[in-house]
């Protein structure tokens, strides 16, 4: 697209040209539907506007020096997708309608995405809710799987700098045995209103604490934890994290490089022993954290004395955006080439 600033993109919405739908009714997956609307039409009483019966993923397609296409680790996304379905009763989406939906929309907007010299990427938005209508509380008997796609910048517009995070003891983002481990839209809205307060306090998100003792760390809003302490990767292992394909794909990097991998409770002193400390999701791969503030005990944990992400957070970030977009050889297998 010839109007589109590619270096000055943001991480939000626009609109691109097409987008593709599958319905799943009466037992089974229809055929995919290309569709250029922005907007879906349902029921009033589709179960994902009461009871939330509404997943979604995030993913990344890369355009290469190379001029290839590139889309990172999608199998396992799709299989997520499954997970998040089987756990609030959702029909899944098999991985070759997943893969197909990906080809199609991809295909479709290959306009949109954006040349390997802007840093950005085409983000894709898988999307499977509960169209059917209910009013009592039952599971759905249809449903549409959406996956649609808008170009987006690195989630920082100041680069790779470290960000402020703050611990917030008064709310929970997941129950111990919960939803916390699918990816549901429930989650967010219950993270939703101390994560607004955290912005507004200054913080870019906020970290949250396990919800039964408030003695573990358990992941920031919208991404995993990790940190960094001599040859040691250490990110929190609890039933209520969202297993990021990120952390996933660090940790292998990290035992890669020849470090440790420590996946265990990680208590929230430990942070006053940790050399670097990162959130990792599919938007930004790594924020590197400068600090981290407890709003109720005051406490502040300071990290990149410098003013800069540490050699590790680094080390770890570019060796998967090189991955990513084809810059190193794809040796753990992440990456399918799209047509
Ligand atoms: C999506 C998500 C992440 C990041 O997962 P990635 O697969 O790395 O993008 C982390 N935490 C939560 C709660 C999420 O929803």
Redesign the pocket.
């Known amino acids: 697209m010839k109007n589109i600033d590619w270096g000055n993109l943001s991480f939000g919405y626009s609109k691109t040209n097409y987008n593709v739908r599958c319905y799943w009714r009466d037992g089974q997956w229809g055929e995919l539907e290309v569709s250029s609307s922005e907007t879906i039409n349902i029921h009033m009483a589709a179960t994902c506007l009461h009871y939330g019966q509404a997943a979604f993923e995030?993913m990344k397609v890369f355009k290469g020096k190379d001029g290839k296409v590139r889309v990172f680790r999608w199998e396992e996304n799709a299989k997520r997708l499954q997970n998040s379905s089987n756990g609030i009763l959702m029909a899944p989406v098999p991985a070759e309608i997943f893969k197909k939906a990906i080809d199609k929309v991809v295909e479709l907007n290959k306009n949109f995405i954006p040349p390997f010299e802007s840093g950005a990427s085409l983000y894709l938005r898988p999307l499977l809710i509960g169209t059917g209508a209910q009013v009592g509380v039952k599971p759905a008997n249809e449903y549409l799987f959406v996956i649609f796609v808008t170009p987006v910048g690195p989630y920082f517009k100041e680069g790779f700098k470290p960000v402020s995070i703050q611990i917030a003891r008064d709310a929970d983002r997941a129950a111990p045995l919960g939803t916390g481990n699918i990816?549901v839209g429930g989650?967010y809205a219950a993270s939703l209103k101390s994560g607004q307060r955290g912005h507004d306090e200054g913080f870019s998100s906020v970290l949250y604490l396990d919800a039964k003792e408030k003695k573990y760390i358990d992941?920031c809003?919208?991404?995993?934890f990790f940190a960094i302490k001599g040859n040691n990767y250490i990110t929190p292992k609890s039933p209520s994290i969202?297993p990021?394909?990120?952390?996933k794909s660090l940790m292998t990097i990290a035992e890669d490089m020849g470090m440790t991998v420590e996946r265990r409770a990680v208590a929230v002193e430990e942070l006053s022993g940790f050399d670097e400390c990162g959130a990792?999701?599919?938007?930004a791969v790594i924020s590197p954290i400068k600090n981290i503030v407890d709003r109720d005990t005051k406490k502040e944990y300071k990290f990149c004395a410098d003013g800069n992400a540490g050699p590790i957070c680094t080390k770890l970030y570019d060796r998967l955006r090189d991955i990513q977009y084809g810059n190193e050889p794809d040796k753990f297998g992440w990456v399918t080439i799209l047509k």
């Open positions: 995030g990816k989650n992941e809003g919208p991404a995993n969202l990021s394909i990120t952390n990792c999701g599919t938007a």
